[in-house]
T-cell receptor, first 117, second 108 residues
C-alpha cells in the first residue's frame, strides 16, 4: 500500500520565480492538506483540498495556490518566490468523514525541500 | 502568543529515564489533540491521539486537560530510538496547528 508521495524531493529556485510541488495521497484517501515547515519550527497549515476545492486556508498570501485533480492528487503553486519561502513543504492526506467538514487522521509525505536563493 | 506552545527543550536524558513533555493551547474550541514524532529531516508521524480520559501505548502515556488547555506526553524507560522531535498538535475542523516541537536526545 503506497503511502503519501511527493515530488520533487529537493528544489532550488531564485527570487521571483514560480514553483509547482506535487503530491499523491495515500490509497483510499480523498483529502490533501499542505504545510510549510521552516527550520526549527512546526509545520504551518497552508490549505486543504477536498472534492477538488479548497476547503480551508491558513494565513498564507495569495501567492500560494493549489489544485486537486479528480484522482485526488494535488499541486501547490508558489508565485513570486521570496527568500522566506525556503522551507520543507509537507503534504498530508486523509479521508474526509461523511456528513461534516472533518477529516480523519492525516498522514504526511516525505516533503519537498525548497531553497530560494 | 502562539496558538500551541511547547517546552522549548532540548531534553537530554540517559537511557531508561522517564521524561515528560508539556503543551498548552489557546483556542478553547479545539476539538482533537495529537502527539506527532518527527525524526531529523523526515516527515512527522502520528505517535498517538490524546483524550481527556488519558491513553497509554506501551511506554507512552498522553493526557489532556481541557479545563486548563494542557496536553502532556510521558515517556517511560527511554530508548535510544526515542530520540526525535515531539510535536504537539491541536485541530479544529480541518486546521491542524502544530507546536514548534520539543527535541529529545536519549544517550547511552
Amino acid at each position: 500500500d503506497a503511502g503519501v508521495t511527493q515530488s520533487p524531493t529537493h528544489l532550488i529556485k531564485t527570487r521571483g520565480q514560480q514553483v509547482t510541488l506535487r503530491c499523491s495521497p495515500k490509497s483510499g484517501h480523498d483529502t490533501v492538506s499542505w504545510y510549510q515547515q521552516a527550520l526549527g519550527q512546526g509545520p504551518q497549515f497552508i490549505f486543504q483540498y477536498y472534492e477538488e476545492e479548497e476547503r480551508q486556508r491558513g494565513n498564507f498570501p495569495d501567492r500560494f495556490s493549489g489544485h486537486q485533480f479528480p484522482n485526488y492528487s494535488s499541486e501547490l503553486n508558489v508565485n513570486a518566490l521570496l527568500l522566506g519561502d525556503s522551507a520543507l513543504y509537507l503534504c498530508a492526506s486523509s479521508l474526509g468523514l461523511a456528513g461534516g467538514p472533518y477529516t480523519d487522521t492525516q498522514y504526511f509525505g516525505p516533503g519537498t525541500r525548497l531553497t530560494v536563493l | 502568543r502562539k496558538e500551541v506552545e511547547q517546552d522549548p527543550g532540548p531534553f537530554n536524558v540517559p537511557e531508561g529515564a522517564t521524561v515528560a513533555f508539556n503543551c498548552t493551547y489557546s483556542n478553547s474550541a479545539s476539538q482533537s489533540f495529537f502527539w506527532y514524532r518527527q525524526d531529523c529531516r523526515k516527515e512527522p508521524k502520528l505517535l498517538m491521539s490524546v483524550y481527556s480520559s488519558g491513553n497509554e501505548d506501551g511506554r507512552f502515556t498522553a493526557q489532556l486537560n481541557r479545563a486548563s488547555q494542557y496536553i502532556s506526553l510521558l515517556i517511560r524507560d527511554s530508548k535510544l530510538s526515542d530520540s526525535a522531535t515531539y510535536l504537539c498538535v491541536v485541530t479544529r475542523y480541518n486546521d491542524m496547528r502544530f507546536g514548534a516541537g520539543t527535541r529529545l536526545t536519549v544517550k547511552p
